[in-house]
């Protein structure tokens, strides 16, 4: 018997899982092994691309105006668009959560059927979500800084980075959280 | 303690001494979290990689040095990496594929006895994972409980009140907890039951994957039952979602073992020999052909058609008769047909009466 999917000598024969139903494979040694290779994070990955696709079909409501609108828009904080998460399923930082609460709600209700966590609570919780997303902003303005040769700009910017994270480590070593900030 | 090590023992988990652990091989938890001060990986440069890794290194360092975490524990830059080891710890399941191949700055902390390992900068900041044998996950989620506790004494995640743990995929947003048991189930997919199986799980919102596999029966019929929603629901609730079906899973196997042994003892005697033998004596043999034999004499010991051969010795045969392994045991390259005949090397000497059932030996 040959291979189906090239003209090698089928020595195995898989039985595989096609939407819950087997169906026969025969492959050479060559194929059986590529076909064999996906890793459990590849299959894993079908959720991530699920939430893309989801995404996606949930947006269908919109019109095209509307939607090419939406794509547009960019997180002020890591500057990832709708478009990008949509295509990719992965948001680009904490933030997002917010800034695209209105489009993920119908999502999160569709993959877990619930909106709101209430399992373990960290003993430490970001201080405010500004500052929790303050640095990322600036460590990015801080780079487009760089590349525009901007670098007056990306050296305040730099020291602006450094004394948040300076009060970051003050604040950490005390086991107290700053009232101030 | 160094990466080379490992290739020489095998792993907690794999010893084969937990609850039901003829069919449960494996108990895992792991935890998606992300540092509150970066952006998520997909969105961070690759300095900010490289300050992730950084801090993240430097807290584990002081974590050691205060003896809260092991001094035996490993601290691996993946990235530094030969494909050989990286491609080595896929196989022992302490990483992930997508973490091996990706670029950027990146490690691994593997504990000594690989009861739990912390992946950094994969598609989360950090990515805990704990690993039981058997039937294990009370004990499972209440180490990887306080290894969370410890680095979160260490870092800020990010979190919401709402939303819970903010993760890189919504997918995993709220616990980020992923639940999975590792049963092997080789009675049901003989007796075609399997199918049936996977769509009830699918049904009640659970997954079901292979071992290195998505739904190929050829790894040796071993599946993974994990947890889908991970918002909404305590930590304690999602964990015996999983935990509550598994028993059942394990009734069934059984049954269809019974029904086996009843209806065509022969022929599963038959089959089972026959994979023994073959496993005891062939010059060359591919990783495929291997893990569908082992499953074969693994079901015959618990049944009892063998005798001389532990359950032990099985499970590290699954793990160490993999290309990479093979390569660091032997401490050559080996291609394709070179591997073939070292695993059919290595098994012979495993198998064969004088050398079974040390698990400790190589
Ligand atoms: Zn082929
Ligand atoms: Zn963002």
Redesign the interface.
Same mark, same amino acid.
């Given at each position: 018997m040959k291979c189906q999917k090239c003209d090698r000598q089928a020595t195995f024969h898989i039985t595989d899982l096609v939407d819950g139903k087997p169906s026969e494979l025969h492959l050479c040694e060559h194929c059986a092994q590529s076909f064999l290779s996906p890793s459990q994070e590849e299959a894993a990955q079908v959720l991530p691309a699920m939430a893309g696709l989801l995404a996606q079909h949930l947006a269908v409501g919109e019109t095209a105006d509307q939607l090419a609108r939406l794509d547009q828009r960019a997180c002020p904080v890591c500057g990832i668009t709708y478009l990008e998460f949509r295509k990719h399923g992965r948001l680009g930082c904490p933030h997002d959560y917010v800034y695209f609460a209105e489009q993920l709600e119908p999502l999160l209700m569709n993959i877990h059927d619930q909106t709101h966590h209430i399992g373990k609570v960290p003993k430490r919780c970001p201080q405010g979500a500004d500052q929790q997303t303050q640095l990322i902003r600036l460590r990015r303005e801080m780079k487009d800084a760089v590349s525009s040769e901007n670098y007056e700009k990306a050296s305040e910017l730099r020291d602006q980075i450094r004394g948040i994270e300076g009060r970051n480590l003050s604040s950490e070593s005390m086991e107290e959280k700053d009232p101030e900030s | 303690m160094h990466l080379d090590d490992l290739a020489n023992t095998s792993g907690e988990w794999l010893k084969g001494s937990g609850p039901e652990s003829d069919i449960v091989i494996s108990s895992r938890i792991r935890l998606a979290r *992300?540092l509150? +001060? #970066?952006? #998520?990986?997909?969105?961070s440069?690759e300095?900010?990689r490289a300050e992730i890794e950084k801090i993240l290194h430097g807290r584990i360092t002081e974590l050691q040095s205060t003896g809260r975490v092991s001094p035996d524990t490993l601290y691996i830059k993946v990235g530094d990496l030969e494909e050989v080891d990286r491609m080595f710890l896929?196989e022992r399941q302490l990483i992930?594929?997508?973490?091996a191949e990706s670029l950027g700055a990146r490690a691994v902390v593997i504990d000594h006895t690989e009861r739990f390992s912390v992946m950094i900068n994969e598609?989360d900041h950090l990515r805990i994972q704990v690993m039981q044998s058997g039937l294990n996950l009370d004990t499972a989620w209440q180490q990887i *409980?306080e290894i969370?506790?410890l680095i @979160? $004494?260490q870092v800020?995640?990010? &979190?919401? +009140?709402?939303?819970? &743990?903010?993760t890189?995929?919504?997918?995993n947003? =709220?616990?980020g907890?992923r639940v999975s048991v590792m049963l092997h189930l080789p009675a049901l997919v003989i007796t075609?039951q399997i $199918?049936k199986v #996977?769509?009830s799980l699918?049904k009640i919102n659970l997954a079901v994957? =292979?071992? &290195? =596999?998505?739904?190929?029966?050829?790894?040796g019929d071993f599946y993974?039952i994990s947890n889908?929603?991970?918002?909404?629901?305590? @930590?304690e609730e999602l964990t015996k979602k999983v935990g509550d079906v598994v028993p059942m899973l394990i009734d069934y196997e059984r049954q269809a073992r019974e029904f086996l042994i009843r209806e065509s003892h022969e022929t599963l005697h038959d089959r089972v020999s026959r994979a023994f033998g073959i496993l005891r004596t062939a010059q060359t043999i591919?990783s495929?052909e291997t893990m569908h034999l082992l499953s074969s004499v693994r079901m015959g010991i618990n049944l009892g058609l063998i005798g001389e051969l532990e359950i032990p010795t099985v499970n590290k045969l699954f793990i160490h008769t993999q290309p990479a392994h093979l390569q660091k045991m032997s401490g050559m390259e080996l291609d394709?047909s070179d591997r073939n005949i070292e695993r059919a090397t290595y098994l012979r000497r495993h198998l064969n009466a004088d050398n079974t059932g040390d698990p400790n030996q190589n």
């Open positions: - | *992300n509150a +001060d #970066f952006p #998520f990986i997909s969105r440069t300095s900010d896929v992930s594929r997508e973490h598609e *409980n969370d506790d @979160e $004494e800020t995640y990010a &979190y919401s +009140d709402r939303l819970g &743990y903010l890189a995929c919504p997918t947003v =709220g616990t907890v075609r $199918e #996977f769509k699918q994957r =292979g071992l &290195y =596999g998505e739904g190929s029966q050829a790894t993974q889908q929603v991970t918002l909404g629901q305590t @930590e591919t495929e394709t």
